[in-house]
């Protein structure tokens, strides 16, 4: 009768998991037909782990082939939606959370034993209390799932979650994400690798793909940016070599147009980021203006902007964005171990330059990276203009979208800098 019961069982897990398949086969066709930005929100979301999550929670199904099947197509959905060419490195980091420098599309394979024991655990009270005078053995699913899960991940027993933290799928899953971030970490040994990875864990580096795709909000991304933003993300190809206008060769990364000087793009994305916090600051009832003539300094260069009310301790706010390339050159040595280390630079060099306005004014330097840090002053000052939207509005979300409207403007831009690196037809004519 047990082993019927478990035939049974199995039956039913393989019907479910064939179902979920066909599904995403499905699915995968369908969101090849709409945007990018949008297709890649719905697969996060919708289609992926989440369409499996009841099934990984109430089902053994660690080790089923069908999970590797659901990765395989997973991964080839993701290829077709960003247009990326993915190795099993990238697809590795694509498959990692958002906050860890993933996509967020997590692997079903590697989550399906985190989420059978957290749901396990998280239930062992309310099976005692039925299975009171039932005598009941220790559940055998159990014992091989986290006997598997302990071997995967080549943990002691001391490591297993217990007590409050054993019902929480996270703290299962954390083991996980962790060694493979481990993994990630000793396979790329170059330094512009190492400092991609630091860069895109970093706090508020993959805001970006929290947005919702709404136009009129100027959320959303054109399918090359997503491509772009995809690409130098996860470290893929994103163009053949070729030479740039200003006379340097481009690697198949494409990375040089983040830092050529005369790649397009550089002054707008300033002019879109300083309008984007000058515009919150105006949302939040604090009256500023940008570029103030009132503060010109013995070079005659002056900030990006000024508050026309005092912001903190009876003093007016003035600030200065900046952007400098996680990946440049002269960065590497410090942003391979140190992530945001090139904004605090950048940061650190526009309070030297404005040090003569600290006597009278509270000087913020706005100091962004390309691949998503912000320096620390920069981001305590967009927290604190966060919260003052969120009184303001009543809606208090309102610091986070912030945040994911400057992270998109960064990336919307990178696809323009990174265009800028090649030859324009107007050129080619002129040469032929």
């Given at each position: 009768t047990t082993r019927s019961r478990k035939q049974t069982k199995g039956m039913a897990m393989d019907q479910a998991l064939n179902s979920r398949c066909e599904?995403?086969?499905?699915?995968?066709?369908?969101?090849?037909?709409?945007?990018?930005?949008?297709?890649?929100?719905?697969?996060?979301?919708?289609?992926?782990?989440?369409?499996?999550?009841?099934?990984?929670?109430a089902s053994p199904c660690s080790g089923h082939l069908a999970l590797e099947s659901l990765d395989g197509q997973l991964r080839a959905c993701v290829s077709d939606i960003c247009n990326t060419d993915l190795s099993d490195i990238q697809w590795i980091q694509a498959s990692l959370p958002v906050r860890n420098g993933g996509l967020g599309i997590r692997r079903v394979s590697s989550l399906a034993p985190s989420a059978f024991l957290a749901s396990a655990a998280g239930t062992l009270d309310l099976q005692a209390k039925i299975l009171l005078r039932c005598n009941a053995p220790p559940d055998s699913a159990v014992i091989e799932v986290l006997a598997y899960w302990s071997e995967r991940h080549n943990k002691a027993g001391d490591m297993v979650p217990t007590g409050v933290a054993a019902g929480k799928q996270r703290e299962w899953d954390r083991r996980s994400v962790a060694e493979d971030t481990s993994y990630l970490q000793t396979s790329l040994p170059d330094r512009r690798n190492q400092a991609r990875l630091l860069a895109v864990s970093a706090p508020h580096s993959?805001?970006?793909?929290?947005?919702?795709?709404?136009?009129?909000?100027?959320?959303?991304?054109?399918?090359?940016?997503?491509?772009?933003?995809?690409?130098?993300?996860?470290?893929?190809?994103?163009?053949?070599?070729?030479?740039?206008?200003?006379?340097?060769?481009?690697?198949?990364?494409?990375?040089?147009?983040?830092?050529?000087?005369?790649?397009?793009?550089?002054?707008?994305?300033?002019?879109?980021?300083?309008?984007?916090?000058?515009?919150a600051l105006n949302r939040a009832d604090v009256p500023a203006i940008k570029e103030p003539?009132?503060?010109?300094?013995?070079?005659?260069?002056?900030?990006?902007?000024?508050?026309?009310?005092?912001?903190?301790?009876?003093?007016?706010?003035?600030?200065?964005?900046?952007?400098?390339?996680?990946?440049?050159e002269s960065y590497l040595a410090t942003t391979s171990t140190v992530a945001g280390s090139?904004?605090?630079?950048?940061?650190?060099?526009?309070?030297?330059?404005?040090?003569?306005?600290?006597?009278?004014?509270?000087?913020?330097?706005?100091?962004f990276e390309t691949l998503g840090p912000i320096n620390f002053k920069g981001t305590v000052f967009l927290n604190e203009l966060g919260r003052?939207?969120?009184?303001?509005?009543?809606?208090?979300?309102?610091?986070?979208?912030?945040?994911?409207?400057?992270?998109?403007?960064?990336?919307?831009?990178?696809?323009?800098?990174i265009h800028g690196s090649f030859a324009q037809q107007a050129d080619l004519d002129t040469d032929s």
């Amino acid at each position: 009768t047990t082993r019927s019961r478990k035939q049974t069982k199995g039956m039913a897990m393989d019907q479910a998991l064939n179902s979920r398949c066909e599904d995403l086969k499905r699915a995968s066709g369908r969101l090849r037909l709409l945007a990018a930005h949008d297709a890649l929100i719905l697969l996060r979301v919708s289609f992926s782990a989440p369409k499996l999550q009841h099934t990984l929670r109430a089902s053994p199904c660690s080790g089923h082939l069908a999970l590797e099947s659901l990765d395989g197509q997973l991964r080839a959905c993701v290829s077709d939606i960003c247009n990326t060419d993915l190795s099993d490195i990238q697809w590795i980091q694509a498959s990692l959370p958002v906050r860890n420098g993933g996509l967020g599309i997590r692997r079903v394979s590697s989550l399906a034993p985190s989420a059978f024991l957290a749901s396990a655990a998280g239930t062992l009270d309310l099976q005692a209390k039925i299975l009171l005078r039932c005598n009941a053995p220790p559940d055998s699913a159990v014992i091989e799932v986290l006997a598997y899960w302990s071997e995967r991940h080549n943990k002691a027993g001391d490591m297993v979650p217990t007590g409050v933290a054993a019902g929480k799928q996270r703290e299962w899953d954390r083991r996980s994400v962790a060694e493979d971030t481990s993994y990630l970490q000793t396979s790329l040994p170059d330094r512009r690798n190492q400092a991609r990875l630091l860069a895109v864990s970093a706090p508020h580096s993959g805001d970006w793909l929290h947005a919702l795709p709404i136009s009129s909000c100027g959320l959303r991304l054109d399918d090359e940016a997503v491509r772009v933003a995809v690409g130098l993300r996860l470290g893929a190809k994103l163009c053949e070599p070729h030479r740039c206008p200003c006379g340097e060769d481009v690697d198949p990364q494409g990375t040089h147009g983040l830092a050529c000087r005369r790649s397009a793009g550089r002054t707008t994305r300033h002019h879109a980021l300083n309008d984007l916090v000058w515009r919150a600051l105006n949302r939040a009832d604090v009256p500023a203006i940008k570029e103030p003539a009132g503060l010109l300094r013995s070079d005659g260069k002056r900030p990006d902007g000024l508050t026309q009310i005092p912001w903190q301790a009876g003093r007016c706010m003035t600030w200065d964005v900046t952007v400098t390339d996680t990946l440049a050159e002269s960065y590497l040595a410090t942003t391979s171990t140190v992530a945001g280390s090139a904004a605090e630079g950048a940061a650190s060099r526009k309070e030297l330059k404005y040090e003569t306005l600290a006597a009278t004014h509270t000087f913020i330097p706005l100091a962004f990276e390309t691949l998503g840090p912000i320096n620390f002053k920069g981001t305590v000052f967009l927290n604190e203009l966060g919260r003052r939207l969120s009184l303001h509005t009543c809606d208090p979300r309102e610091r986070a979208f912030l945040f994911q409207r400057l992270s998109i403007a960064i990336q919307r831009f990178n696809s323009v800098c990174i265009h800028g690196s090649f030859a324009q037809q107007a050129d080619l004519d002129t040469d032929s």
